[in-house]
């Protein structure tokens, strides 16, 4: 007499993942996905911040162009080139200041810097791509500190540092160094 297996009695092995396995991959996964999110947004912010870069740079370049074209054209004499309190007829200004249009000597830094209406600014093209309706973009975040050291009679420097904050970094700051010559 032949035995008859009952059908249902064992169970054939199935192959494929467990409930915990998919929960523990779904887990895995999200944390590697949020780990991308972030990733990508602080390279998105970085890359929103290097626009700031760009004008503290500009804006350092500026302040010491001002003074070489200033001593250059006779707008301020070799005594003057220097800060307010360390020497008679000193003309720049000493801490960080607002950034300003310069006032009537065209140059940045000094006491006659036009302050009183907006801060300095940047224009840039409207939304159809030109200036004709440009976009005005104050720089109320940034400061300028201008300060010139004497390194003997005919030879001085300039450190120019231009601080902002952009977002969640606040306080960055570009710093700009160089010499000076009495001489053209």
Known sequence: MRKRKSVGMRRPSQAGFTLIEMMIATVVLSIGVLGLAATLADGLAYMDMS????????KASEAVESIFSARDMGEATWASICNVG????????TGAKQLCD???DGIVGTADDNCAGLP????LPGPDGKFSDAVRVPLSNFTRTITI???NANLAQIQVVVTYSSGRWT???YTLTTNISNFS
């Open 171 to 173: 306080g960055r700051t």
């Open 102 to 104: 310069p006032g009537p």
């Open 51 to 58: 626009k700031y870069d760009y004008i503290a740079q500009q």
């Open 120 to 123: 300095d600014a940047i224009l």
């Open 149 to 151: 050291t004497s390194i």
């Open 86 to 93: 360390s020497g008679t007829g000193c003309i720049f200004l």
